[in-house]
């Protein structure tokens, strides 16, 4: 994991202070070096996370038979899994954070979007409508992979909770403001007893960032609603 991190280290200053068309000078090597630093957290998700999954799938049949048979080391095999598994959640996020998507970098949030749109369609049979309105073409990166990020998070939420028939999703941007929005027709909930839920404190988080605010609009047995906002001149402020 080391080298991965020196890798995308460098990689990180060399773009931070040259720029994209300056590393494509360095050639050949600075092509490689952006290729294997990204290579690296790959290699590290498959060989470190997944094995770490597996011993943890191991300790839980173990742990099942333990609890078939009756034994009283059962509940500090229980903890063991526990910290295990908290191990890898956060080692997870932590790679999260620094995969950057490469498809917001060169294809933009609308077209990403779309596509996580359709993929989560595909996986939870429920339709997801995006309607885009015209974007600014130089948003920045940040702002960019901080809308992405709370959209995941509210379709997830709205496939998942919902029960709706259909999610539809609203993108658009005004003079100083992008705006997302996230509908469904379900079952709805309580938002003022949900306020602190963490994915809601996540979303919250990220457009703080930007100035954003987050608003969450829900009737039980009528659905709900969220809308993020987040300040284009923040944003630009903040810079590439």
């Not at 290579?39 to 300790?59: E, H, K, N, P, T």
């Not at 490469?102 to 995006?130: A, D, N, V, W």
Request: proline share 2%.
């Amino acid at each position: 994991m080391l080298d991965a991190v020196r890798a995308e280290t460098v990689f990180e200053q060399l773009y931070s202070s040259a720029g994209p068309q300056s590393i494509c000078s360095f050639g050949y090597s600075g092509s490689r070096l952006f290729v294997e630093s990204r290579s690296f957290w790959f290699l590290a998700l498959d060989d470190d996370i997944c094995q770490r999954l597996s011993l943890i799938a191991v300790g839980m049949e173990e742990l099942r038979e333990s609890l078939a048979a009756g034994q009283n080391s059962q509940s500090a095999l229980a903890s063991e899994l526990h910290r295990k598994a908290h191990e890898v959640a956060i080692d997870v996020q932590s790679l999260s954070r620094n995969l950057h998507s490469s498809k917001l970098q060169y294809l933009g949030l609308h077209f990403t979007l779309s596509q996580f749109c359709e993929r989560i369609s595909m996986q939870y049979h429920i339709p997801i409508t995006l309607r885009s309105g015209e974007l600014p073409g130089n948003l920045p990166s940040d702002l960019e992979l901080c809308i992405y990020r709370v959209a995941q998070e509210a379709v997830s939420n709205a496939v998942k909770h919902s029960h709706a028939p259909e999610v539809f999703v609203d993108l658009t941007a005004g003079d100083d403001t992008i705006i997302l929005k996230v509908t469904d027709l379900g079952v709805g909930f309580d938002s003022s007893a949900s306020s602190q839920g963490i994915g809601l404190i996540t979303m919250r988080e990220r457009l703080r960032m930007f100035e954003g605010e987050l608003f969450v609009e829900s009737i039980e047995g009528k659905g709900t609603t969220i809308i993020a906002k987040a300040k284009l001149q923040k944003a630009k402020g903040m810079g590439h």
